[in-house]
């Protein structure tokens, strides 16, 4: 089985905020692969499917930002997934807006969405999809950045990130990351 997380805040004062870019994207995967995420259980809502003859799984953890290894790992430990299964969307301050990034591995960077899954994973070597929100142009602070929605001109860079994003999982399903890697860092 496969497993696909995309990271976020629950509750309707974040939605379509910059830190919920994973979540966007999960939603998107949802409606892509139609596998409503009609679950909750792990600390998270999530939805199973069969794509291209693959098991999938869905997962918006609901225990916020900080702590989404705590929704990761007992979906893991359930389903007996590998790491290797695993791929993690989350947004990224030092990407510019709209451009993506898929990694193998790596430090945290600073997220602590990604410091929590690691911590309770107990390895940073899983597979990430990383999207760029930019950074704050003014002196505004990153948090305020970060838990600001969209503008209208940024959201057209992001729905090409988005639509960018679900075919590189897509693709993923039946390719070795590697290559996905090769066709989505260009």
């Known amino acids: 089985m496969k497993v696909i997380v995309g990271l976020g805040n629950p509750g309707k004062q974040y939605e379509r905020t910059r830190h919920n870019i994973g979540f ?110 930019g950074r704050p142009q003014t002196n505004m602070k990153v948090v305020d950045y970060v838990l600001g929605r969209f503008t209208d001109d940024e959201m057209i860079s992001m729905k090409e990130a988005m639509e960018r994003s679900v075919l590189a999982c897509e693709k993923w399903l039946n390719e070795p990351f590697l290559n996905v890697m090769n066709t989505y860092n260009s």
Do not use: W
């Not at 794509?51 to 609901?62: A, F, I, N, S, Y």
């Open 24 to 133: 966007m994207i999960v939603d998107e995967l949802s409606d892509h692969f139609n596998i409503p995420l009609n679950q909750t259980k792990f600390n998270g809502m999530f939805g199973m499917g069969h794509v291209q003859g693959e098991k999938v799984c869905l997962l918006k953890p609901l225990t916020y930002m900080n702590l989404s290894g705590e929704s990761l790992r007992p979906l893991m430990d359930y389903y007996d997934v590998e790491i290797e299964d695993i791929v993690v969307i989350y947004d990224d301050l030092d990407l510019p807006a709209g451009k993506i990034r898929l990694r193998q591995k790596g430090s945290p960077g600073g997220h602590n969405g990604i410091k929590s899954i690691i911590q309770h994973v107990h390895t940073d070597q899983f597979k990430r999809v990383r999207v760029g929100i």
